[in-house]
């Protein structure tokens, strides 16, 4: 197969699910009612509000009622566009301030690099929000590596598990859905990305799969372009 593009998940595929999930998710958490309490005029602020009474069908919910459900969209895993928009506002405060840096597995930062170098165009397709993907990876173990990305995808593109967003993203891309190799340690999203045409590799970091549908490796090393 000949690749001109990588798109590649980040939670469990190029970053360790625990960083998410113990790290930035109660961050966010913690301080979610005091920066919405905080920062409730902003206009980026207010435009997530807005998003919020939307998913909710309460264009009358207040700030109080709002943070109970971002709380509990945290709480359930929801991967909810206004809760992604107001983690990544408020994660860029942890990462400037130096309260964490972005994880990022060492061979995932070799083989991006090396593909890069190579001339393959690197884009990021994940269920946080363009903003934090951009945080993990300007803020990384590594450093900035935001040079090495041509693009960035998040839920506003479309579901994680829907052919048509992949689909949206090779039109967007540029080059055909066959040129474009797709990385990600869930089948589902594996199935709809290879629907639309893509090439499609598992990530299965922890434990070999027990009937992988899908070309899996362990590691970035193992892939083979």
């Not at 999930?21 to 905080?38: G, T």
């Not at 890069?116 to 803020?139: D, N, P, R, T």
Request: proline share 4%; hydrophobic share 40%.
């Amino acid at each position: 197969m000949t690749i001109k593009a990588i798109l590649t998940d980040i939670e469990g595929t190029t970053t360790d699910i625990a960083f998410v999930h113990r790290v930035l998710f109660p961050y966010a958490y913690e301080r979610l009612a005091d920066y919405l309490r905080a920062h409730a005029d902003e206009s980026a602020v207010q435009a997530i509000l807005e998003q919020a009474r939307s998913e909710l069908k309460s264009p009358d919910a207040d700030l109080e009622r709002l943070i109970g459900a971002f709380r509990h969209w945290i709480e359930q895993d929801l991967k909810v566009t206004p809760l992604k928009a107001l983690q990544g506002l408020i994660w860029v405060q942890g990462y400037q301030q130096g309260d964490f840096r972005g994880h990022l597995y060492e061979d995932a930062h070799r083989l991006l690099q090396q593909w890069h170098a190579q001339g393959i165009e690197l884009y990021v397709f994940s269920s946080g929000s363009i903003k934090a993907q951009q945080l993990i990876f300007g803020y990384s173990d590594y450093g900035d590596l935001t040079p090495l990305f041509s693009g960035y995808f998040d839920t506003t593109t479309g579901p994680k598990r829907e052919a048509q967003s992949y689909s949206a993203i090779v039109a967007s891309i540029g080059c055909s859905a066959d040129e474009i190799l797709f990385l990600s340690d869930i089948e589902q999203e594996l199935d709809a990305a290879r629907t639309a045409g893509m090439h499609t590799r598992l990530v299965a970091r922890a434990e070999p799969p027990a009937a992988p549908g899908h070309e899996w490796v362990s590691r970035f090393d193992d892939i083979s372009l």
